[in-house]
């Protein structure tokens, strides 16, 4: 597996650029930091760089992949196939037990893992976590209209899906991130959307059986059903706080970097770092 040393991000941050091999080709994985492994998952759209503004964090190794079907990661899109691929990044760093936080999309892919490998998640944070099938979304429309974007995307559409999503409540940022989050956006090639795939469903017992301690987080300013979920698991889960950030959007992290990076640092310190 092939290494390289690449500087990155601000503050004197630097990242190794590392490539797993999963089933159906690779996965692009940045890491960072020495301790044990935090491994941040992206939402939809997105690429690991929508996590530089948490390379702060402290006393971990922060391990950031572009999730199969995005970024520079060459293994084809499918959800079901991720809780695979984050158990080899794992291996890949030589963690038996691992932390994860999940940003959107990511949050669900952090789920599923979580349900199906208990033990080797040691704690977990979900940041504006959808929870479909579960949770309601509002009746009137889908948050978002995956169905509409895909005929895009495969009618050779890409730019004007893009420029779509880049209209939608869930892709708004505070000024401070909007160069980062156009940057992601223009990368994106939509290659996910070319192929026909289920979100993820969870039950009740699925989010009750869950015994690590978990901290769900959405903006102030995110979608009412957002803010719905995040007290749903927050409430559901054995060991469970739920937090609002204020003046944020969906992309909290991004928005307020210093109040999410706090709140990332004090979890991984009281409930992951003192266990493992």
């Given at each position: 597996m092939l290494t390289s040393r690449q500087f990155e991000g601000s503050g004197d941050a630097s990242a190794e650029s590392h490539w797993v091999q999963v089933a159906g080709g690779q996965l692009h994985v940045r890491a960072a930091g020495c301790g044990p492994l935090v491994i941040f998952l992206h939402g939809w759209t997105l690429d690991w760089r929508i996590w530089l503004?948490?390379?702060?964090?402290?006393?971990?190794?922060?391990?950031?992949p572009d999730r199969r079907?995005?970024?520079?990661?060459?293994?084809?899109?499918?959800?079901?196939?991720?809780?695979?691929?984050?158990?080899?990044?794992?291996?890949?760093?030589?963690?038996?037990?691992?932390?994860?936080?999940g940003l959107s999309q990511g949050a669900a892919v952090a789920l599923d893992i979580a349900r199906?490998?208990?033990?080797?998640?040691?704690?977990?944070?979900?940041?504006?976590?959808?929870?479909?099938?579960?949770?309601?979304?509002?009746?009137?429309?889908?948050?978002?209209?995956?169905?509409a974007f895909a005929k895009l995307v495969r009618a050779g559409k890409?730019?004007?899906?893009?420029?779509?999503?880049?209209?939608?409540?869930?892709?708004?940022?505070?000024?401070?991130?909007e160069r980062l989050l156009h940057d992601i956006l223009t990368d994106y090639d939509g290659r996910d959307q070319l192929v026909d795939q289920d979100t993820l469903a969870f039950n009740a017992q699925d989010i009750a059986a869950l015994t690590m301690p978990i901290l769900t987080i959405a903006g102030a300013?995110?979608?009412?059903?957002?803010?719905?979920?995040?007290?749903?698991?927050?409430?559901?889960?054995?060991?469970?706080?739920?937090?609002?950030?204020?003046?944020?959007?969906?992309?909290?992290?991004?928005?307020?970097?210093?109040?999410?990076?706090?709140?990332?640092?004090?979890?991984?310190?009281?409930?992951?770092?003192?266990?493992?």
């Open positions: 503004p948490q390379l702060e964090l402290s006393g971990v190794q922060i391990v950031l079907g995005f970024g520079r990661s060459t293994a084809p899109p499918c959800l079901a196939l991720e809780r695979d691929d984050i158990l080899k990044i794992a291996d890949h760093f030589g963690a038996r037990v691992f932390a994860l936080v199906s490998h208990q033990d080797r998640v040691g704690a977990m944070c979900l940041i504006g976590a959808p929870l479909h099938h579960l949770v309601p979304e509002p009746a009137e429309a889908p948050e978002i209209d995956r169905a890409l730019s004007e899906m893009l420029a779509q999503w880049q209209t939608h409540p869930l892709t708004q940022v505070a000024p401070a991130g300013q995110d979608s009412d059903w957002r803010k719905q979920v995040a007290r749903y698991i927050g409430s559901h889960v054995h060991h469970g706080q739920t937090k609002f950030i204020a003046d944020a959007g969906h992309l909290a992290n991004v928005d307020q970097a210093e109040s999410v990076n706090l709140l990332l640092q004090n979890f991984l310190n009281a409930h992951y770092l003192k266990e493992v």
